[in-house]
């Protein structure tokens, strides 16, 4: 059932939507600057986030950043940044807004 059967406005629905899909032309992916990482078990996602600032990826979508991002939680979902901005955003708990 799709977000209008569900009774949501068209804006409603279309903000709903946006949590989990992005707009054609506005994915990380399409840039090149993201990567979904798929594990086994979850244990890889927990490596991921306490490690992954060291290659220089940041945990994009965490789940208590959802009114920041605008996007549900994506355990498998990183963004190149860089070593040391990965680190600096890591040890300082911020989150990129999606525009």
Do not use: C
């Not at 600032?53 to 979902?77: C, L, M, Q, S, V």
């Amino acid at each position: 059932m799709n977000h209008k059967q569900q009774g949501y406005s068209h804006t409603q629905a279309v903000k709903q939507a946006e949590q989990w899909v992005a707009v054609p032309g506005y994915s990380e992916h399409q840039l090149g600057i993201a990567v979904d990482l798929n594990g086994a078990t979850y244990d890889l996602y927990l490596w991921l986030q306490e490690n992954s600032y060291k290659y220089g990826f940041i945990f994009r979508y965490p789940g208590n950043k959802t009114d920041i991002t605008g996007i549900a939680e994506e355990p498998w979902h990183y963004r190149y940044v860089g070593v040391e901005a990965a680190t600096k955003y890591t040890s300082k708990d911020f989150a990129l807004k999606n525009i």
